[in-house]
């Protein structure tokens, strides 16, 4: 696999840092992965920004303008070999040469990038929907912030992991966050409702574009605190992420997600999102972001 390391393309087996970065040392550092669709990567602008919303929130300079983020990006995608890819961008606050907490002083930062096979869900995933499970969500209170200090998320994950389930939503004060790695939308008689984007999620690139979609094709929506209860009874659950896009949620903590006939099974607005994420990644493939 190909990776990029401070202003070098190289094979990915061949990349070093030191063991004093702080990346390494304090998890000390911002990320995105930006999906890439036949060599397309897939709303690049707006994972920038994010990712500046990033740096700004842990006070670390850019070190690059989005003409050469972009610049490196394309790069990569042209060096690696598939079409369909992940690109992992990840920036720390350098490596010092001592072990100190304040920030340091004239130390440039490290810059990784690296692009692996982009892998979504198998199709029986996609079509019977996946388990999931509840936790609370023990993470700070700069959820909005994508940094690279995952313990929190990996410790939930792992939670749904050992029982087999593809993802562990999480619960803070009685209302619904979010997924380790996702955001999550629910439907009730009719109405796809999702939690706002504030300090206590991360503001998903994919949660965006699935709210676009559901204004474009009239779709009723709101955007509100949703309760526990409310999960528990929800009609429809998914999951959305730059990996997994819309993905049905068939069991929450065992039990089937809806009623009656569809109890368990990806329900109909789930279908239907999904069919326009579809339809609007090949729009974007085809003519540019719109
Ligand atoms: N929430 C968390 C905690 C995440 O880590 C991610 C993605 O990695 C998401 C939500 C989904 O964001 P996106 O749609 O930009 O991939």
């Given at each position: 696999m190909k990776a990029y390391l401070d202003g070098q393309f190289l094979p990915l087996s061949e990349a070093r840092i030191s063991p004093l970065d702080r990346g390494f040392?304090?998890?000390?550092?911002?990320?995105?992965?930006?999906?890439?669709?036949?060599?397309?990567?897939?709303?690049i602008d707006e994972h920038l920004r994010r990712f500046q919303d990033s740096f700004d929130g842990i006070r670390l300079a850019n070190p690059h303008t989005n003409d050469e983020w972009r610049a490196i990006i394309l790069r990569l995608i042209a060096e690696s070999g598939f079409d369909?890819?992940?690109?992992?961008?990840?920036?720390?606050?350098?490596?010092?040469?001592?072990?100190?907490?304040?920030?340091?002083?004239?130390?440039p930062p490290t810059v990784f990038l690296f692009s692996a096979p982009l892998t979504g869900p198998s199709a029986v995933q996609r079509e019977a929907g996946v388990a999931v499970i509840t936790a609370p969500?023990?993470?700070?209170?700069?959820c909005d912030l994508k940094t690279v200090s995952l313990l929190p998320n990996i410790l939930t994950r792992q939670l749904s992991a050992d029982v087999g389930c593809t993802e562990?939503?999480?619960?803070?004060?009685?209302?619904?966050?979010?997924?380790?790695?996702?955001?999550?939308?629910?439907?009730?008689?009719?109405?796809?409702?999702?939690?706002?984007?504030?300090?206590?999620?991360?503001?998903?690139?994919?949660?965006?574009?699935v709210l676009e979609l559901a204004a474009r094709h009239k779709a009723p929506h709101e955007i509100r605190p949703v309760t526990e209860a409310e999960l528990r009874s929800a009609d429809e659950l998914w999951?959305?992420?730059?990996?997994k896009e819309v993905l049905a949620i068939a069991t929450l903590d065992g039990q089937p997600v809806g009623k009656g006939a569809l109890a368990g099974k990806p329900g109909p607005v789930t279908r239907q999102l999904h069919a326009?994420?579809?339809?609007?990644?090949?729009?974007?493939?085809?003519?540019?972001d719109a």
């Open positions: 040392l304090y998890a000390d550092g911002v990320y995105e992965v930006i999906p890439v669709y036949s060599r397309f990567p897939f709303r369909d890819q992940q690109v992992y961008i990840q920036v720390t606050r350098g490596a010092d040469i001592k072990r100190d907490q304040c920030f340091p002083k004239s130390v969500d023990m993470r700070w209170s700069r562990t939503i999480m619960l803070r004060d009685g209302l619904l966050t979010e997924g380790s790695a996702t955001n999550i939308f629910m439907v009730k008689d009719g109405v796809i409702v999702t939690p706002p984007k504030d300090h206590r999620i991360l503001p998903g690139i994919t949660y965006d574009v999951m959305t992420s730059s990996t326009w994420f579809c339809t609007y990644k090949e729009e974007v493939m085809r003519h540019g």
